[in-house]
């Protein structure tokens, strides 16, 4: 398993911007395998991933204080029409976006087809907690690497209060997208 995540730069560090996009999409991520905890098979369906992404973001959000996102068909569609689009071409990258108001912020996972529970994929992003620190944004991580606390930044960015998220497989992998509205992850600034 593998996540990845973007940040959202404004218009005013263009050459910030370029440098960090450059560098966060020039290759695709390291596919890291995890093992797990169970051999039993997962449950799978809409109603189930929905409760799954926002329990565990939320949970996330709500030790912090921040209100609860709430779920977005909207958002869920985009992040669907993206899933579908890695699941068919195999290719695990951000969608080109525009900058800008209408952008959407972006967490992607992928891991083998079937192996995963939607729990088990939202912990991976919310896991990245022990690395992250509240910083000025790319400054938010131990590691000094922003890819390493990026989603987790993404599901507690205060200013952030929709999600929708969906999930395609293809016969290798399954491919999550979750959208967020207004989008985190902005250089410059905190999550909180």
Not at 97 to 124: C, F, S
Not at 172 to 188: E, H
Request: with cysteine; proline share 6%; charged share 25%.
């Amino acid at each position: 398993m593998r996540a990845d995540m973007a940040v959202m730069i404004p218009l005013r560090h263009p050459l910030i911007a370029a440098l960090l996009m450059l560098a966060s999409c020039a290759q695709g991520p390291e596919r890291v395998v995890e093992p797990r905890p169970s051999t039993a098979p997962v449950a799978r369906g809409e109603g189930l991933l929905r409760r799954a992404m926002l329990d565990g973001q939320n949970a996330a959000r709500g030790a912090l204080g921040i209100a609860p996102l709430a779920w977005s068909d909207t958002l869920a569609r985009s992040a669907r029409a993206y899933a579908d689009e890695m699941a068919r071409t195999g290719r695990f990258r951000h969608a080109d976006q525009p900058q800008g108001p209408g952008r959407e912020g972006e967490n992607l996972w992928t891991g083998t087809r079937g192996a995963y529970a939607y729990d088990e994929m939202v912990g991976h992003w919310v896991a990245e907690k022990r690395d992250f620190v509240n910083g000025v944004t790319p400054d938010s991580s131990r590691t000094g690497r922003w890819e390493d606390v990026g989603h987790y930044a993404q599901i507690v960015w205060r200013n952030s209060r929709e999600v929708g998220c969906a999930m395609a497989s293809n016969a290798k992998d399954d491919f999550l997208v979750c959208r967020y509205s207004p989008s985190g992850n902005v250089v410059g600034e905190r999550a909180y």
